[in-house]
Nanobody
Framework: VQLQASGGGLVQAGGSLRLSCAAA????????MGWFRQATGKEREFVAS????????YYADSVKGRFTISRDNAKNTVYLQMNRLKPEDTAVYYC?????????????????WGQGTLVTVSS
């Protein structure tokens, strides 16, 4: 499956952005989807994930209560709504797909990755 992430940009602290990840393929609902991020000089880290049906979601503690992951299987798209953004949220955000999975927190579990979209939060 091919993934295309979009929606990144520059926003002030306290603002919001919505990231989208469009998937090419006919079996999107069989993939658990995840969002990860990597800040300059840091390792890639888990942000949020969602099961194939959308019934289960998981979040990193650092974003819980501020970010919401969702998906529209009819549109082959997963979203990450990011509210109350902080400068420490600045990173390249990647979406990833994990076949027949529930939505793992581990990046090594994912089979396909999008190209990343840059989110910059100014203070």
């Amino acid at each position: 499956v091919q993934l295309q992430a979009s929606g990144g940009g520059l926003v002030q602290a306290g603002g919001s952005l919505r990231l989208s990840c469009a998937a090419a393929g006919r079996t999107f609902s069989t993939y658990g989807m995840g969002w990860f991020r990597q800040a300059t000089g840091k390792e890639r880290e888990f942000v949020a994930s969602i099961s194939g049906s959308g019934g289960r979601t998981y979040y990193a503690d650092s974003v819980k209560g501020r970010f919401t992951i969702s998906r529209d299987n009819a549109k082959n798209t997963v979203y990450l709504q990011m509210n109350r953004l902080k400068p420490e949220d600045t990173a390249v955000y990647y979406c990833a797909a994990d076949w027949m999975a529930d939505g793992s927190r581990r990046d090594n579990d994912y089979d396909y990755w999008g190209q990343g979209t840059l989110v910059t939060v100014s203070s």
